[in-house]
C-alpha cells in the first residue's frame, strides 16, 4: 500500500500559477501511475492529468492542456502539477492517486482557490 500526502494548494488570483506535490511513501513509487483530479465544490471529481510509471507519457484534460505540466520524480518519490494560467474555473479540491494492478490509493487533497 502506498500513502500519498498533496500540498502546495492556496489561494492565488486569475492568472497566476502554483505547483502542488504529492509525495508518496510506503512501496515502491515507480510501481504506480500518478493522476491528478479535481472536485469543485457541488461537482463531480473530474480528471485532470496523468503520467506513466517513468514519465514517458502524459495525458491531459483538455481543460488544462496547455497550461498544466505533470512530472514525476521517482528518486524523490514525489508527483507535481505545475499550474499556470490559473482560472477562477480551475478552483477545487485536488487529488493525487496512485494507481498499480488495479488499485487505486488516493491522498486527502489540497484546496486550490483562484479569485477573479
Known amino acids: 500500500q502506498v500513502q500519498l500526502v498533496e500540498s502546495g494548494g492556496g489561494l492565488v488570483q486569475a492568472g497566476g500559477s502554483l505547483r502542488l506535490s504529492c509525495a508518496a511513501s510506503?512501496?515502491?513509487?515507480?510501481?504506480?501511475?500518478m493522476t491528478w483530479l479535481r472536485q469543485a465544490p457541488g461537482k463531480e471529481r473530474e480528471f485532470v492529468a496523468t503520467?506513466?510509471?517513468?514519465?514517458?507519457?502524459?495525458y491531459y484534460a483538455d481543460s488544462v492542456k496547455g497550461r498544466f505540466t505533470i512530472s514525476r520524480d521517482n528518486a524523490k518519490n514525489t508527483v507535481y502539477l505545475q499550474m499556470l494560467s490559473l482560472k477562477p474555473e480551475d478552483t477545487a479540491v485536488y487529488y493525487c492517486k496512485a494507481t498499480a494492478n488495479g488499485h487505486d490509493y488516493w491522498g486527502q487533497g489540497t484546496q486550490v482557490t483562484v479569485s477573479s
Open positions: 503520467i506513466s510509471r517513468f514519465g514517458g507519457n502524459t
Open positions: 510506503g512501496r515502491t513509487f515507480s510501481n504506480y501511475a
